[in-house]
């Protein structure tokens, strides 16, 4: 079992930058592929990035490529969203989530989710 806890949203200008983190809890945080989403109330959940358990592999959106940087310390059981140069469409509930294979990793169907951290982008 994987429980995941989101911190580190906020409120921020254009052009700022944010650091969100994503706490596990489990044994197992180490074996999983870790992603990042993100999803604006009435539009479909939108893929971010992601990171393989070993770190190896790494999958960014082209919404975000060259600005937000996905990490993760399995020492720590934490799994990391840089994002810089921020935009208003950036604005969106950010979610981690957990998976245990890197097939679809791209695709919404996660094993666990964290509950979001609102980010909020002004003009």
């Known amino acids: 079992q994987v429980q995941l806890v989101e911190s580190g949203g906020g409120l921020v200008q254009a052009g700022g930058s944010l650091r969100l983190s994503c706490a596990a809890s489990g044994r197992t945080f180490s074996s999983y592929a870790m992603g990042w989403f993100r999803q604006v109330l009435g539009k479909e959940r939108e893929f971010v990035a992601a990171?393989?358990?070993?770190?190896?592999?790494?999958y960014y959106a082209d919404s975000v490529k060259g600005r937000f940087t996905i990490s993760r310390d399995n020492a720590k059981n934490t799994v990391y969203l840089q994002m810089n140069s921020l935009k208003p469409e950036d604005t969106a509930v950010y979610y981690c989530?957990?998976?245990?294979?890197?097939?679809?990793?791209?695709?919404?169907?996660?094993?666990?989710w964290g509950q979001g951290t609102q980010v909020t982008v002004s003009s």
């Open positions: 989530a957990a998976r245990s294979s890197w097939h679809g990793i791209t695709s919404g169907e996660y094993d666990y």
């Open positions: 990171i393989s358990w070993s770190g190896g592999r790494i």
